[in-house]
């Protein structure tokens, strides 16, 4: 499987994008999708994650309120939409496949970088 992230780039504070990963297979209903973000100098973070079949998500209590995550497993497609973002938001993201209730991620996304000027 490959998974493919766009959409980042550089944005000031306050404003918005949408993040998008392609997945390639015909398995993409079997699994869970994340996003993560890894900042500059920390750990990976997992930041939201949205059950196979699109009825659960769940968010870090940093973006909660201000990422919406969404999949739409016709078109193997899963999106991070990021409002109000903050510099503190910066780093590069990464979309993965896995079980999140086993806190497993098999397969990852080569990650696009987003930038939040202040």
């Known amino acids: 499987v490959q998974l493919q992230a766009s959409g980042g780039g550089l944005v000031q504070a306050g404003g918005s994008l949408r993040l998008s990963c392609a997945a390639s297979?015909?398995?993409?209903?079997?699994?869970?999708m994340g996003w993560f973000r890894q900042a500059p100098g920390k750990e990976r973070e997992l930041l939201a994650y949205?059950?196979?079949?699109?009825?659960?998500?769940s968010y870090a209590d940093s973006v909660k309120g201000r990422f919406t995550i969404s999949r739409d497993n016709a078109k193997n497609m899963v999106w991070l939409q990021m409002n109000g973002l903050k510099p503190e938001d910066t780093g590069v993201y990464y979309c993965?496949?896995?079980?999140?209730?086993?806190?497993?991620?098999?397969?990852w996304g080569q990650g696009t970088q987003v930038t939040v000027s202040s």
């Open positions: 297979g015909q398995d993409f209903r079997n699994y869970d």
């Open positions: 949205i059950y196979r079949t699109g009825g659960y998500t």
């Open positions: 993965a496949r896995g079980t999140a209730t086993a806190g497993r991620w098999n397969d």
